[in-house]
């Protein structure tokens, strides 16, 4: 003490980077280094005692608080930046872990100081201010008072909740625990109770008793563990539930302050005598291992059991602090402060099982070094003394040995009778059973034991000493077989006794029989080895290493110790390994290894093998001779299921199977050796070789290594069909070789190569191959297909009437879609198919007179009675003849009437036309007068063409027909537009003289009648576009249909058709002059006459 001050410790805290602790002590505030204890500075700002300190959340701040009523905040650099003050002494200062706010407490209020904030804010509370923890998240702040009130306020000074205790609230924090759910505060009150609440105001759990009054808690690390310091004068070390785990210090005073050190295993604490100190904390490992089975401790009350080879963890909440664990078979023992806690598992039969359940419990306090734990005891080792009691606690038997016990393990054994190694550190190593009361030597040496463990067929027993050396001594001789340094614990493999593992200096060793040994990085410990999988403890956390198997294997099989290389395979080995020991041990016919190794990857074919050569050396077995040929083919087929094809064909041709070796290349596709081995065999046929290599080829796609090799054997069919049906690059110009090459008489096979080349479309190719087979036929047919028409038609040429139909008939169809219709009929005919051409003419003239297109449709019956009167020459049927001549006379008669109609159709359809109307109304009367009454044909419309017969009568001064024709319309159907325009012709033309032009009526220029300008159609034989009394039909001119003075005559029968064209050609114009016995020409009227015979026939003419 100085000038009277006291020298107590009321407050410290820490930066959050564990580097500077700052402590209130007296008036002062002592700022030290915190990692080697050196004071940085000392403060004098307050007048009184400095009750509180606190640094912000980043550590460049902090605030402390006295009796003088005063709030000074410091910089990093210890100097004030700010200071404030309240009524009352300042009892606590904290800051908000998420923002820069400062709560100062006091006897009547407490405030919130923000550096955003000019003023602070200050709320009355009813009484003194003890305590104070904001939460983690910084929303709510945390008030313990003198009077047993806690309440808990939002940011802004509002309360929330308030929960009231009975005594003071000398200390409280929050829990950083983020496992849970909910905000958790711990609570120490002097009426010495350690209590939870949730942020709602809801007791966690039931109060525990202290025994003391806390005066300071805080949580350690991310909260597991908690801190408690008060009037007992220690400093304690509890579960996040309060449980005590045990005592860090005893001080000679009260412990005011205690704080964890931020990322670091330090606490600091503070006493009322003034004493500070700084304990570094480390946790021992507490755990048990028994094969595959690993119990440790966690949070120092929870048991984990891990299950190492499927990584399956359970865990065992004690909630209490765990001294001891041990492990054994389905057994699990751990030792509490006042208890030991025995386990069992649920299903003892399930190696995998995880479910551990409460067997007994020994209610004894039972101190001890070691643990370790049977079927039916618990041992325990003190010092030079091991007690053995049963799950009730009652001692059972006890053994006091020469030295102090460093290392016991169970070496498992019969329930009840199992067996303990036990090493001394006098060099002694015993055996002791648990029902025996005389421990057995096991090895005497002279060094200290370390660590120690024995063979799964405790014939060998490793050995780890002080010097750190391993020793492995043989039981049976006591003597030393492997020795090594450098080693800090050893592992015998659970599953087989040759092979050990042992670690240090940050390597692991494997030791295998004995051959050398094998080494690889590892850091930890090695506590365990069981089949391929090894345990190792590295710091606090045990992991599975996987031990690759393949080199120790390697060595047994290149040792031929077949047995000994499928033991080390059953510990855990690629199927790669797998299969190499069955090759091995089947090339040295160790069947039984063999098989069993291919059971063990299911390789049927294999295993199959096996069972082959079992039954051909059991079949063998009588006679010497035979079984060594059997082992040898036996051998040979061996090699060459392994891969060994050379000393396969080798083995076969010394046992003198040269075909065999000859079919097991030709079964690899290696020909070359095939055929080296057929050289030397007379048996076997070249030719066959070369084939079925071809096949091969053929098989993998190389067709024209196959068509070679099938060409090569005299196969040219084959070859070419397989150059066809791949058609590879420059399959034509190999194939065409072949053609080529072969002669005429092959004739199935140039077929073939011409249907490749023509389906190919290779039309040169098909051409020289049908040329060559004088093929005509194929040859058409591929000029066809490809539409060459000239090449076809000089053929069809060449071979007259042959090809005909087969050409002209296509051809013609080809020529009707290129719309070159006249060739189309032409060809039509060449093939003798007018039936054809009559069709495809009937369905032109149908499609234009559906378009429209008359003078076509007029053109196309023209044709089609020219093809009438052609056909008639190809026959002699007179009654056929007469039928085609009607049919003849009806297209012609269409053929006009189509012509005539495209004017009147042009007349009433374009908005101009160029037409006459003399010429329309000629055309307009050929219509009438030569349809008559029947019904028009399709396309021709009566109602247009009385509409222009109407319209030009009207012009020319017909009005007499005129009206007839207005008359006609009216009782039929005509267009819309048309209607108006009728009317008033209808109309207009009542206003005309009931006649007609004189000047428009025919004259019959055979017979002079001047003829009415429409046939009455009274008489059935002058029915048409004839005279009306003589019937002589009138010969229009198809350029304005005008009539023209033309007479139809017919010669005597007597006159030949020449005589008659001589007649014509040699005739006088002159009128009345006399051109030959029997007729002569005159003049009657206005008409020009020729009389033949007599005058008195005169007549006959009328």
């Known amino acids: 003490p100085k000038d009277g001050e006291k020298s107590s410790i009321n407050d410290l805290a820490f930066n959050p980077a564990g580097t500077q602790m700052v402590v209130a002590v007296g008036s002062r505030v002592l700022l030290y280094n915190a990692s080697d204890g050196d004071l940085l500075m000392s403060l004098r700002p307050h007048k009184d005692t400095v009750y509180c300190v606190a640094f912000d959340r980043e550590g460049k701040r902090f605030a402390s608080g006295g009796a003088d009523c005063s709030v000074i905040v410091w910089n990093e650099d210890g100097k004030p930046v700010l200071k404030y003050s309240h009524s009352d002494s300042i009892q606590r200062v904290v800051f908000n872990p998420a923002t820069d706010t400062l709560a100062s407490c006091t006897n009547s209020d407490f405030g919130l100081w923000s550096p955003t904030e000019k003023q602070v804010a200050k709320y009355k509370v009813q009484s003194k201010i003890l305590s104070a923890s904001w939460s983690n998240d910084g929303q709510f702040l945390a008030l313990g008072m003198f009077s047993g009130q806690i309440t808990i306020r939002d940011r802004k000074g509002n309360e929330k909740v308030s929960i009231a205790r009975e005594a003071p609230v000398w200390c409280l924090s929050w829990s950083p625990w983020n496992d849970e759910s909910f905000d958790l505060l711990a609570v120490g009150c002097w009426d010495q109770t350690l209590s939870f609440y949730q942020l709602s105001g809801i007791q966690h759990q039931k109060d525990r008793k202290l025994g003391f009054n806390p005066c300071s808690i805080n949580y350690y690390g991310q909260g597991e563990y908690m801190l408690i310091g008060g009037s007992n004068k220690e400093a304690w070390l509890c579960t996040k539930e309060g449980a005590k785990l045990c005592v860090i210090d005893n001080r000679d005073e009260w412990v005011w302050a205690v704080k964890c050190r931020p990322k670091h295993n330090a606490i600091a604490l503070g006493d009322h005598g003034g004493g500070i100190a700084v304990i570094n904390l480390q946790f021992q490992t507490v755990h048990g291992l028994y094969k595959e089975r690993y119990a440790y401790r966690e949070h120092m009350t929870d048991v984990i059991v891990q299950h190492l080879l499927t990584d399956q963890k359970v865990r065992i909440k004690c909630r209490d602090y765990v001294k001891k664990v041990a492990v054994f078979r389905d057994r699990l023992a751990v030792q509490l402060p006042d208890r030991i806690h025995i386990y069992d598992l649920a299903n003892h039969d399930d190696s995998y099982d995880m479910h551990y359940r409460i067997k007994e419990r020994i209610h004894q306090t039972l101190p001890c070094n070691l643990l370790v734990v049977t079927t039916n005891n618990i041992v325990l080792c003190q010092e030079r003394k091991l007690q053995l009691l049963d799950f009730h606690g009652a001692m059972v038997r006890e053994w006091i040995l020469a030295s102090v016990i460093r290392y016991i393990k169970v070496d498992g054994g019969k329930a009840g009778s199992e067996g303990v190694l036990v090493g001394l550190k006098d060099g002694q190593i015993l055996k002791i059973y648990v029902d025996n009361a005389f421990p057995i030597e096991l090895i005497k040496q002279s060094s200290s034991i370390k660590c120690l463990d024995i063979s799964v067929d405790r014939k060998r027993l490793a050995v780890v000493d002080n010097d750190n050396r391993i020793l492995v001594y043989d039981l049976a001789t006591k003597e030393i077989v492997f020795q090594e340094s450098n080693a800090n614990c050893v592992a015998f493999n659970t599953e087989l006794g040759d092979m050990l593992s042992y670690s240090g200096n940050g390597t692991l060793a494997i030791k295998t029989g004995n051959f050398p040994v094998s080494t690889q990085k590892l850091q930890g410990f090695v506590v365990g080895f069981r089949g391929s999988k090894l345990f190792c403890l590295q710091y606090l956390t045990m992991k599975t290493i996987d031990v690759p198997q393949t080199a120790s294997l390697v060595r047994y099989v290149e040792a031929k110790d077949f047995n000994a290389a499928y033991q080390i395979a059953c510990l855990g080995v690629t199927e790669e390994d797998w299969k190499v020991l069955g090759l091995a041990a089947l090339k040295a016919l160790e069947l039984e290894v063999a098989r069993k190794a291919f059971v063990r990857i299911r390789d049927m074919k294999f295993i199959e093998l096996v069972n082959s050569i079992e039954a051909r050396l059991t079949a063998a077995n009588g006679d010497e001779q035979d079984l060594e040929k059997a082992k040898g083919l036996c051998q040979a087929e061996i090699c060459a299921w392994s891969g060994d094809y050379q000393e396969a064909a080798k083995a076969y041709a010394r046992m003198g199977e040269v075909e065999k070796a000859i079919n097991l290349f030709v079964d690899l596709r290696q020909w070359d050796e095939a055929k080296v081995f057929a050289a030397g065999n007379s048996t076997i046929d070249n030719k066959d070789l070369t084939r079925r290599q071809a096949e091969w080829a053929e098989e993998t796609n190389d067709w024209k290594k196959a068509a070679e090799m099938f060409l ?129 003419m009937t369905e032109l003239t149908s499609n234009a007179v559906v378009e429209g297109r008359f003078k076509d449709a007029s053109y196309y019956y023209s044709l089609l009675g020219t093809e009438i009167l052609k056909g008639m020459k190809l026959t002699k049927d007179l009654k056929k003849n007469e039928k085609h001549l009607k049919q003849y006379e009806e297209y012609v008669k269409r053929a006009d009437w189509y012509y005539a109609y495209s004017s009147i159709h042009n007349f009433c359809n374009d908005p101009f036309t160029s037409l006459q109307p003399e010429m329309l109304f000629q055309v307009s009367r050929f219509l009438i007068n030569s349809m008559g009454q029947i019904d028009a044909p399709p396309g021709i419309s009566r109602v247009n063409t009385l509409y222009t017969l109407a319209k030009q009568a009207k012009v020319l001064g017909a009005f007499k027909l005129a009206r007839f024709a207005y008359d006609r319309l009216q009782q039929l159907k005509v267009p819309g537009t048309w209607e108006d325009n009728i009317d008033l012709d209808v109309l207009t033309i009542q206003a005309k003289p009931v006649r007609d032009n004189p000047e428009l009526a025919p004259v019959c220029y055979r017979c002079g009648s001047t003829n009415p300008l429409l046939n009455p159609f009274s008489n059935q034989n002058t029915v048409g576009d004839k005279c009306t009394n003589c019937g002589h039909p009138f010969i229009r001119s198809y350029v304005n249909f005008d009539i023209l003075p033309l007479v139809e005559f017919f010669p ?40 033949f015979g007599d005058e008195d026939d005169d007549n006959d003419w009328g």
């Open 712 to 840: 090569s054997s005299g196969d040219p069919l084959r070859a070419c069909r397989i150059i066809g049906e791949n058609k590879g690059k420059g399959w034509q110009e190999t194939m065409i070789d072949v053609v080529r090459n072969i002669p005429k008489s092959e004739v199935e096979v140039l077929k073939l190569c011409g249907k490749f080349y023509s389906d190919s479309d290779e039309d040169s190719y098909a051409k020289e191959v049908y040329v060559k087979l004088d093929d005509f036929s194929n040859l058409m047919q591929l000029y066809i297909r490809k539409e060459n028409w000239v090449d076809a038609t000089r053929l069809a040429d060449e071979h007259e009437g042959k090809f005909d139909k087969s050409v002209f008939l296509p051809y013609a169809e080809w020529l009707a879609v290129q719309d070159r219709f006249d060739a189309a009929l032409e060809a039509y005919r060449k093939a003798g198919r007018p039936d054809q051409s009559e069709r495809m």
């Open 1052 to 1091: 005597n029968p007597d006159i030949s058709d020449e005589e008659a064209l001589e007649i014509i050609r040699t005739h006088d114009k002159d009128a009345g002059k006399k051109k030959g016995k029997d007729w002569e020409e005159s003049k009657r009227g206005e008409a020009d006459v020729m009389t």
